[in-house]
């Protein structure tokens, strides 16, 4: 499945319905204990306020998603990660996240997923992609999560 991968800021998710349909139903397949329906809108807004969402694209539709957040350092903070139900189990999110990075890599960017509350096979995945645990030695801003527990994924 040739998936690319596409960004999601507020401009984007305003002047796109099609953007805005694909990206709730993404979140609305969540797992319930991962995103109750009723915050998926919200959610989104509120995320899109000052950060932005990396996005799979097939056949002109997000098939999956990531939240980001860049921190004052550059890094990228992702979390949230889900892939529409009908497409799970194929590689979209393993190739979502190969694709964010490569870009990192491209840009000398840092890549971290606070894991404190993933599930098992989330941190199975990660591991599998080259994210490895880092002791964060950093103070929380409200950038960053505020947890000591963390993998990262450094391009250099």
């Not at 800021?9 to 009723?38: C, F, G, N, T």
Request: net charge positive; glycine share 6%; aromatic share 8%.
């Amino acid at each position: 499945m040739p998936v690319t991968l596409h960004y999601v800021d507020k401009a984007r998710w305003q002047a796109d319905e099609q953007v805005r349909l694909d990206l709730v139903r993404i979140y609305y397949d969540a797992p319930k204990d991962r995103m109750p329906s009723p915050t998926v809108e919200p959610f989104i807004e509120q995320h899109l306020q000052q950060h932005f969402f990396g996005c799979a694209h097939f056949n002109d539709r997000l098939l999956g998603a990531v939240a980001i957040k860049q921190a004052q350092d550059g890094a990228w903070w992702l979390s949230d990660l889900c892939v529409r139900k009908t497409t799970r189990r194929r590689g979209v999110g393993s190739r979502l996240m190969a694709l964010l990075g490569e870009k990192a890599k491209q840009d000398g960017r840092v890549l971290r997923i606070a894991t404190s509350s993933l599930p098992l096979a989330d941190r199975v995945l990660l591991s599998k992609l080259g994210y490895r645990p880092v002791a964060n030695t950093e103070k929380p801003s409200s950038e960053t999560p505020a947890t000591s527990d963390f993998v990262e994924l450094d391009p250099r």
